[in-house]
């Protein structure tokens, strides 16, 4: 983990975390959201979900005979690894939307704009904050956007290419709920297509037009 | 100042700057409009069912400073989700996501404290969304407006909903806020908080880490200071907020630690849990819903719910030692206690079952088979109760923290995820930690690496609920490598103060394994020493207090930094009512449902549902309609002839033949302000319809600015914020169960968080009055300490109904259940003093009389010397504040009656149970029916079949084969035949009637004549039970009782006397009276000293003397009244004379 600074990508900072303990504890936990505060819920619920896969592989592990090679422990933390990776990589290659349950810790490249970025980008794109909140929640299925309009989004946010796509990969946020009660976590609904996006966002006929003609 | 009120302030500014500036303020889309544009907001209006609602009504959008908001509604309806999101942009700047649930611009800034809402609504989401809510209403209806629409323009709620299209609810709301609310505090009264120095103690403490860690922290040192610098150094570090989990054991503490930090920490706050445990026990129990096999929002079941759980399924019950057949809620009540209790002690139905039997194994005597087959029948009842509590689905206060605690402890998985999440854990007023708490907390916080606790063993005052000083010294031994520190500097007190307290310290059982107390006061002296007051009569210490509060005025010191903080509630009302009547105002609220103005407003809700419409007897006292009390006579006659619903036959009344003009007057009103209101709405509806629709009563209300006027306006608010909350699980009409609810929470005590004056009110310039339980956390200038003599402060132990079985609380294995309780008792009492003592800043007074009532003497509390002579100084016979002249008193009502010279044993019984019942029962006529339970109703058969016994045994010799055969008449007649456990009900009966025979064999019964006693204020007539004879000519006078005997106690009922009495005029020596208990088989003579009899004699004298004087005082009962059927109507009685056919 000494290799990782602040701006390590996301992916870097999980993959340190998840080696750098067999079992995460609050103490490994503390220290990475310390070290990357913006990454904290992202690195909880990581830290949570590598819990549940060890319980789950320990339950397999029992039944199963003990690789040679490598521990059973890193072994288990290499896969669950790859498994996430391969999540992300297959949300870009094909944007198909994340169908599993497991989290998928991916940048927002519209999480650090300031409001009065955000409504100049929203102004540039000819939207409005509906729609945007739905770029930036990842509500809309990837498959069903032109390549042109992700990569109008990249130049815009500046942002390279595969990370907005692996952003719109993911599975979809939900912005406000950052208040953890077990009841009050709002669902996070399921993608809409592009079209049906820009069609139910409040958005104006003219406005309508320009971002299907993106 | 209040919470609420800078949110208030800057909506109100808002709206006026708004106005100003041409935006119309009766058209709420018009103003949110115009606060869109001038907030730089953007407004987006969508579909409701459009996905990007995400299920919300509305929300706002901190990132793009957009308020996104569902179009369905009306106009006036969409401006409150509007401004409600408006709220969150203004006051959270942060975004927000707004369900059905949380917008409510209605809502109450305070919930009502009874019930469930004591677990939710205290956390830190729900009070963002109460702000915004708050923010909603003062924004499109400001309080200065409302006050102006209906006082000035004289607008009632309908007209003021149709000109501006808000909801009725907001503006009800909104006016009871604007009009019984007393106005807020000009600036100048808030005092700035002080700003202690560095503090070396306080610091250290903060900064510590890396093993567990408990701060015991004296009275005034800071503790909630160094809570929040904890949090400050976390943050500092880096430390997630969203990790910290603050775990307090009050709702008052938990509000107080977010206020606090959400002013130091703003951003961070949000996103910290801060909650009581059992807050956090039900969030824990929805999350893990499924682990546990319960639905994802289990409903919460209360006190009552259990009881009412209980009593349906009573007859399957096994009770023998607990039975209770009158009166059932009073025994499920212990019991309900005691299942409590156990689960506080993580005691399950079968662990509470090993105990009970290992007990009855081990019994030697019959004391201890007693002791442990009452445990058993606890335990019977817990597995019954548990089983029906799994079949609703439900969950009680205690398993919010046993079953969360118990899955953690099973799954160390799940244990894991939650230390993960929860990091960081504090906990404040660790005193109050009890075995379960304690190891939810355990399970929590795991080796305690990041565990940090502080508390004060000495102000552990929660014994009821299994708190000890004890808990706090097992920290040590709970958590490896634990650090123990402490403050040491009091920031509260003089140094006399200090020192008093400090001294006292030394000798609690609590200080036992703590720190020794070793405070500086940073304020350094006083002027003052402690003063112990001494007096020779109780009058003359409230006349003392008195005169020692103004004294102290005198001096600079305001009213409304003094308190009065006595041990029990009932003294508390004395010397609340002493004060009164010499002019000093108090803010004390005492008992809600039990102040005039608000049995006015019961009163008034009766009449929706009481066809005979008892509530005229308050009515009429009440001054708008002032009906005299010949005519309030008159008409409840007639209501029961109509025989229809009162409301219905209300505007009939005034013509009913021999009225006054003034009551037929009084009654054309009170039909104008009632006829037309629905019976079928909520009482909250009816009286806000009542309220400020109708009878203009808040308007007259709102023009009063004489304090003791502001506290019924607050007294009123606070009733009609009760009110608002339905209890969920009950059916029926809403009035009424609103009514019964009342009585229910009266009658198990569950009403006492709703004499905490609202927070809105706190400012008022008067002497603040409160028991010694609701000072904690507090502070005043001056404390008067009043009753500390013995039996008083310390109070008496009075054992335990229901003891837990040996070996269920941990760490008083070695004691007895009895000492445990004495001991827990004692150590409970000496918290109680010393929170009592280390509330005062500069002034600290304490009171005592010297002698009873009756001139014997009164020593004085043990307590007062733990304190060296020279830390208090004894002072006697202070001066005393005497009553003013002309002070009203109680008159006496006038009746003339036709015939007024003879009584019945059983109506003199009542007056001696309580002369206003009997006022109200037997002079007036008044009392419906008393709901029939299955008990009841058979009870009353079995009334019916010892009066057939009387006659039958006159002539022969009846069996049990013919007592069924007669009972089956009358329980087919009027038994709970329809009841689901009918045959549970007539097998008991069965039983009694089997006793009944049994215990008339071999006796030669004869007519049970009515026997006179003549005394000099009149004659009373006895019509025994029972009359038999001996083989030798013995007259035996039976009273028969279908339940079991009372202790000591039972023969000093005055109708045993009166037998004995009546005996005596009739037959001179030879008779006997005897006493036939059929649930415990007893029959035996009953003995009466001459000397008793004597007594009773001049006292049943002088009660036929009061009777025909017309002094009918009230006898207040915690247990009988709520259960009287003049509780609503007690103790208002309109003006003038009473002539009785």
């Known amino acids: ?214 | 100042m209040e919470a609420f009120e800078p949110i208030r302030d800057i909506a109100a500014r808002l709206h006026a700057e708004l106005v100003s500036t041409g935006a119309d303020p009766f058209k709420p889309m018009d103003l949110t409009e115009a606060a869109i544009r001038k907030l730089e907001l953007e407004l987006v209006w969508l579909e409701p069912e459009n996905p990007a609602l995400k299920g919300a009504r509305a929300l706002f959008d901190g990132q793009s400073g957009a308020v996104i908001c569902e179009n369905s509604a009306e106009p006036g309806d969409r401006a409150q989700l509007v401004a409600h999101e408006i709220g969150h942009a203004c006051i959270h700047s942060s975004s927000s996501f707004c369900a059905s649930a949380d917008i409510d611009p209605s809502r109450s800034t305070e919930a009502a404290p009874v019930g469930l809402q004591r677990v939710e609504d205290y956390g830190a989401r729900e009070r963002r969304e109460l702000q915004a809510n708050v923010f909603a209403r003062e924004f499109l209806l400001p309080r200065s407006l409302a006050r102006r629409l209906h006082i000035d323009e004289a607008w009632g709620v309908t007209k003021i909903a149709e000109r501006t299209g808000l909801s009725k609810h907001l503006i009800r709301q909104q006016t009871f806020d604007a009009l019984l609310l007393p106005p807020p505090p000009e600036e100048s009264t808030v005092a700035a908080p002080r700003r202690p120095r560095f503090d070396g103690s306080q610091d250290r403490a903060a900064a510590h880490r890396d093993s567990a860690f408990q701060l015991q922290a004296g009275p005034g040192t800071g503790k909630t200071r160094t809570l929040v610098k904890r949090v400050l150094s976390l943050l500092r570090e880096g430390v997630d907020p969203a990790a910290m989990l603050v775990l307090t054991f009050s709702n008052r503490a938990a509000g107080e630690l977010a206020e606090r930090l959400a002013s130091t920490v703003p951003d961070a706050a949000p996103h910290i849990w801060i909650g009581t445990f059992h807050a956090f026990g039900l969030d824990l129990v929805r999350r893990y819903h499924d682990s546990l096999g319960l639905s994802a929002d289990p409903p919460l079941f209360d006190r009552s719910d259990a009881i009412e759980v209980l009593e349906e399924i009573l007859p399957t019950l096994p009770l023998i030692h607990y039975r209770n057949l009158w009166d059932p809620a009073m025994v499920l009540r212990e019991i309900v206690a005691a299942i409590s209790r156990a689960k506080d002690e993580m005691t399950d139905p079968a662990r509470y079952r090993a105990l009970a039997q290992a007990m009855l194994d081990a019994a030697r005597d019959d004391d201890a088979r007693v002791a442990a087959e009452k445990c058993l029948e606890v335990a019977h009842v817990y597995e019954l109760y548990e089983q029906a509590l799994r079949k609703y689905g439900g969950v009680d206060f205690g398993d919010l923290i046993m079953r969360p605690a118990l899955l953690l402890e099973s799954s160390p998985e799940l244990q894991t995820i939650v230390q993960l999440r929860h990091r960081h854990v504090l906990v404040d007023e660790y005193q109050d930690v009890n075995r379960a708490s304690g190891r939810l907390l355990k399970a929590i916080a795991g080796d305690g690496k990041r565990l940090w606790v502080v508390g004060d063993s000495r102000q552990a005052i929660y014994r009821f609920r299994g708190a000890s000083s004890a808990n706090m010294a097992l920290f040590s031994a709970e958590y490896e490598n634990a650090a123990v520190d402490r403050l040491s500097i009091n920031y509260r007190s003089s140094s006399q103060v200090i020192d008093a307290f400090q001294a006292f310290a030394q000798r609690m059982g609590a200080s036992t394994g703590m720190l020794p107390l070793a405070l500086n006061a940073d304020r350094g002296s006083g002027p003052a020493l402690p003063q112990i007051r001494v007096f020779d009569m109780l009058d003359q210490e409230e006349e003392g207090i008195a005169a020692s509060i103004r004294e102290l005025e005198g001096a600079g010191v305001k009213l409304r930094d003094q308190a009065v903080l006595c041990r029990s509630n009932k003294r508390l009302n004395e010397i609340a009512a002493a004060l009164e009547a010499r002019g000093i105002p108090v803010l004390h609220l005492g008992s809600l449902f039990e102040r005039e103005e608000v049995r006015d407003l019961l009163a008034i809700l009766s009449l929706a549902v009481d066809r005979f419409g008892d509530g005229l007897a308050r009515i009429g006292a009440m001054p708008r309609y002032a009906l005299p009390l010949q005519d309030v006579y008159l008409v409840t006659r007639r209501l029961r002839e109509a025989d229809q619903k009162a409301l219905d036959v209300l505007p009939d009344l005034a013509s009913t033949t021999g009225l006054t003009p003034e009551g037929a007057a009084g009654l054309t009103l009170l039909a104008q302000d009632l006829v037309g209101l629905p019976a079928s709405s909520s009482a909250w509806e009816f009286l806000s319809a009542y309220l400020l629709d109708r009878s203009g009563l808040v308007r007259e209300m709102a023009q009063r600015e004489a304090i003791t006027d502001r506290m019924r306006s607050v007294a009123v608010w606070q009733f009609l914020n009760f009110v608002r909350e339905q209890s969920p699980t009950r059916s029926g009409l809403l009035i009424r169960r609103t009514l019964d609810r009342v009585r229910q929470l009266v009658l198990l005590a569950e009403e006492r968080d709703l004499r905490q004056v609202p927070a809105a009110a706190i400012h008022l310039n008067a002497v603040r009055l409160m028991t010694v339980h609701g000072s904690k956390g507090l502070e005043f200038e001056a404390v008067h300490i009043p009753g500390l003599t013995v039996s008083s402060f310390p109070t008496s132990n009075r054992g335990q109904r229901c003891p837990p079985p040996l070996g269920m609380i941990v760490g008083a294995e070695t004691l007895t259940i009895a000492e445990e309780s004495k001991q827990s008792q004692e150590h409970e009492e000496q918290c109680l003093f010393f929170v009592a003592l280390s509330r005062a800043c500069t002034y600290l007074r304490i009171y005592r009389a010297r002698f009873q009532e009756n001139g014997n003497k009164r020593s004085p509390s043990p307590f007062l010397a733990w304190i060296p002579k020279e830390r208090a100084v004894e002072i006697d016979n202070p001066p005393t504040l005497l009553l003013p002249p002309g002070v009203p008193r109680l008159t006496p009502i006038q009746i003339s009656q036709a015939s007024v010279d003879q009584i019945t044993d059983s109506r003199l019984s009542l007056y001696d149970k309580c002369p206003r019942r009997y006022f109200y029962t037997h002079v007036l006529g008044l009392g419906s029916a008393r709901k029939a339970t299955a008990f009841s109703r058979t009870h009353d058969c079995l009334y019916k079949l010892i009066d057939w016994l009387a006659d039958t045994r006159r002539t022969g010799n009846p069996t049990v084969a013919d007592a069924e055969a007669a009972f089956e008449v009358m329980w087919q007649a009027r038994g709970p035949t329809d009841h689901g456990f009918a045959a549970e009900y007539r097998r008991l009966a069965s039983r009694l009637i089997s006793a009944l025979i049994r215990f008339g064999a071999g006796q030669r019964f004869r007519d049970s004549e009515p026997l006179a006693i003549d005394f000099p204020n009149g004659r009373v007539i006895v019509k025994p039970d029972e009359m038999a004879e001996l083989p030798n000519g013995t007259v035996i006078l039976r009273r028969v009782r279908t339940g079991k005997k009372r202790h000591s106690d039972e023969y000093d009922r005055l109708d045993y006397t009166l037998y004995q009495l009546a005996g005596e005029s009739r037959f001179g020596s030879g008779f006997e009276v005897h006493a036939l208990h059929l649930t415990d088989e007893i029959s035996e003579p009953v003995e009466i000293t001459s000397k008793k009899l004597q007594n009773r004699r001049a006292n049943s004298d002088l009660m036929l003397k009061s009777i025909s004087a017309g002094q009918f005082p009230t006898k207040v009962d915690s247990v009988t009244c709520p259960r009287c059927p003049h509780f609503f109507i007690c103790a208002a009685t309109p003006m003038g004379r009473l002539a009785l056919p």
């Not at chain 1, 896969?53 to 090679?69: F, G, Q």
């Open chain 1, 1 to 214: 983990m000494n290799q990782t600074t602040p701006n390590t990508p996301l992916r870097d900072v999980l993959y340190a975390f998840a080696l750098a303990k067999a079992k995460p504890d609050a103490e490994l936990l503390d220290e990475y959201v310390r070290r990357y505060p913006s990454h904290a819920a992202v690195l909880t619920d990581f830290a949570i979900e590598m819990v549940l896969d060890a319980a789950k592989d320990e339950l397999e592990d029992a039944s199963k005979p003990t690789a040679l090679e490598v521990t059973p422990t890193v072994s288990r933390v290499m896969s669950h690894f790859q498994n996430r990776l391969f999540d992300v990589r297959r949300a870009v290659m094909t944007g198909a939307g994340h169908t599993s349950g497991s989290v998928v810790p991916v940048a927002n490249p519209f999480a650090m704009l300031d409001r009065k970025a955000f409504r100049e980008l929203t102004r540039i794109l000819q939207a409005n904050p509906v729609f945007m909140a739905k770029l930036r929640d990842r509500e809309i299925d990837p498959g069903t956007m032109t390549d042109g309009f992700q990569r109008r989004i990249a130049e815009e946010t500046k942002a390279p290419l595969d990370l907005v796509a692996a952003h719109f990969g993911a599975r979809s946020e939900v912005c406000a709920g950052q208040f953890y009660k077990a009841d009050e976590k709002p669902t996070a609904a399921s993608k809409q297509s592009f079209e049906e996006a820009v069609k139910t966002s409040g958005l104006t006929e003219e406005q309508q037009r320009y971002l299907l003609s993106l």
